[in-house]
């Protein structure tokens, strides 16, 4: 591998798209705007980011570990997100368009209490830091290891460019920048895959070569029961996710938001075939990895087949798709901050001004302590795992109440609390203090269904109990109050915030049109470079320029409000998201 091709062809990447994050920073005029998009962003946009914000390494060293080792279940297991984007579509991104609200946190506080909202929001924005930091300390040992650089540096560069990118642009910015990461990964497997299979003498040799149940459904310790157990978890997270939620929000109205979740789960239907063969294909070239060594399954059948030039495009497919969700949780974790604590206790009457300037300097700070957790990694291990388990802890605790609460009128403040309480301690209790006290551990499908089922089952309880007293919580009669309040104001918008609004819009179109055609034609040149490959890079290289056109066309149909014929600005659109 000739790591200077490689690591121009990164640095060309980032510095291209971080001059895509500041033609976006005279953009978000208020939080709207920064933070949801002025709530009309395109679905097929919305969808493809809430698709690449789901990725992190972990998609090429966790589950290429898996695949490597036991083959088709790494597939099976990512399946369980397809379930996931279904039912949200169907029942759960509706119904969060359908609240009006601008984040998670902000329909928290009106239906559940400020009390709720601000417990909440401490541990989301903990576990949101200690999860992006290990994350961005695993993609900086990916590119570090794969071109030689230190690792400390390479951590600082790479987490900079991330909270510089988000603290610019705000979300249309962080939107923009998944559309490219997904056409560069994908762009990366549909070069990577065809060469693996050459490389293995084709796909007979494969299929013959194959260790014996390499193909079956589940297998290994991945049982049917922690597949069942996983698939309910991720309703939950997709559903529930704040990150996630923010997608939802964002478009005009809910049949949008369903369209945002069914993209994302028809996306995870195909996509995780593509990305795990490459790794099935190398354990019939190289079948003696074990231990931690399969991690790298990935990477090898990368240096394996690929020529200088395109290791550093998978190498950037592989930093930006990871981005893509460290990029997106610090949007929200800075939404959050900026919208529930600075303006709603700190200062409720801040200008526009004064909330752009918070939102930018927390996305910094917020940054800044994700990187501040990478850095540590190294020196305290296991945190990989540790922030995997977290997942398990706290998804359903924190996940399960704000999404019954959609449905319920019934839930309270109260006993959200105690359920979110309940629940965490009973899980910590199983994860923690068991196995160092008596030696007793779950299985990783049981960790799953005690972390997401106990919560259900006494939200459940609680349910019957106010139905059966004919109760109804006195939060969701103020609630309603609140709702109504807002929609009220909705029809205020005036006509220069719909045009504004339009603009930013048909703007992040036109940037993304200009972005495919730079992206076509940085791989036309790399087709000059490559030794092996080059026909089938120009062939991909033509399809995203052909794909520009999409959007350039689209950003040419939409008409800014004084364009129409003496129509009036479309404010109906940012009022039909309060009808359930």
């Known amino acids: 591998m000739n790591a200077t091709i490689d690591t121009a062809v990164i640095v060309v990447f980032s510095v291209f798209i971080m001059l895509i994050g500041f033609l976006f920073a005279r953009t978000g005029r208020n939080l709207k705007s920064f933070f949801a998009g002025g709530e009309a962003v395109p679905w097929t946009i919305g969808g493809l980011s809430l698709f690449m914000s789901f990725f992190s390494a972990g998609t090429f060293v966790a589950w290429g570990s898996i695949a490597y080792q036991h083959g088709w279940v790494a597939i099976t297991i990512q399946w369980t997100m397809c379930i996931g984007g279904l039912i949200t579509g169907l029942y759960l991104a509706p119904r969060w368009k359908a609240t009006g609200n601008l984040t998670a946190a902000e329909f928290i506080r009106e239906r559940l209490g400020e009390r709720v909202q601000k417990s909440y929001i401490y541990i989301f924005m903990l576990v949101s830091l200690f999860i992006k930091g290990s994350v961005l300390y695993s993609v900086a040992k990916l590119v570090g290891s794969s071109l030689g650089f230190p690792l400390l540096p390479t951590t600082i560069v790479l987490g900079l460019f991330m909270i510089a990118y988000t603290a610019v642009g705000g979300l249309w910015a962080v939107m923009v920048t998944d559309i490219l990461q997904f056409v560069i990964l994908t762009a990366a497997i549909l070069i990577i895959l065809p060469l693996a299979f050459n490389a293995a003498g ?16 589940v297998n290994g310790e991945y049982t049917w029961g922690f597949i069942l157990a996983f698939a309910l978890y991720h309703i939950f997270y997709i559903g529930g996710n704040w990150t996630f939620v923010q997608r939802y929000t964002s478009v005009d109205k809910p049949k949008s938001a369903s369209k945002v979740a069914f993209l994302f789960a028809g996306l995870y239907l195909i996509s995780p075939i593509l990305w795990m063969l490459p790794p099935m294909v190398y354990k019939t070239i190289n079948p003696g990895l074990t231990g931690l060594d399969t991690e790298n399954a990935y990477l090898m059948i990368c240096k394996h087949v690929l020529p200088a030039g395109l290791m550093g495009l998978i190498l950037t497919g592989m930093y930006f798709s990871t981005s893509a969700s460290a990029n997106t949780a610090l949007n929200v974790v800075s939404a959050v901050f900026t919208n529930d604590i600075y303006k709603g206790s700190i200062n409720p009457n801040a200008s526009d001004r004064q909330l752009m300037r918070v939102a930018r300097i927390s996305s910094w700070l917020f940054g800044l302590g994700m990187i501040g957790i990478a850095l540590i990694v190294p020196y305290i291990g296991g945190i990989v795992e540790f922030t995997l388990s977290i997942g398990a802890i706290t998804g359903g605790p924190l996940l399960a109440p704000p999404i019954w609460a959609l449905f319920s009128k019934r839930l309270t403040g109260k006993a ?4 979110t309480l309940i629940s965490l301690g009973v899980n910590l209790v199983f994860k923690m203090i068991l196995p160092l006290t008596i030696g007793f551990k779950l299985s990783r499908g049981a960790e799953m269904v005690l972390g997401v089922g106990l919560p259900f ?39 220069e915030e719909v045009l504004e609004i339009k603009k930013q819009n048909r703007f992040g179109l036109r940037v993304i049109a200009f972005a495919l055609a730079f992206i076509a034609v940085l791989l036309f040149a790399l087709s000059l470079l490559t030794t092996a490959g080059s026909g089938l890079v120009a062939g991909i290289a033509a399809l995203i320029l052909l794909s520009a056109i999409i959007p350039f066309r689209a950003a040419l149909k939409a008409k800014l409000p004084q364009q129409a014929d003496g129509a009036t600005p479309p404010v109906a659109a940012y009022t039909q998201s309060e009808q359930v």
């Open 457 to 495: 089952l006494m939200l459940a309880a609680w349910e019957w109990y106010m139905r059966s007293s004919n109760k109804v919580s006195p939060e969701y009669h103020a609630y309603l109050e609140s709702k109504a309040q807002r929609k009220a104001n909705a029809q205020q918008v005036n006509e």
């Open 202 to 217: 084709g796909v007979q040799p494969f299929l013959e070569k194959a260790p014996e149940r390499f193909f079956q459904v």
């Open 416 to 419: 959200t609390l105690s359920i």
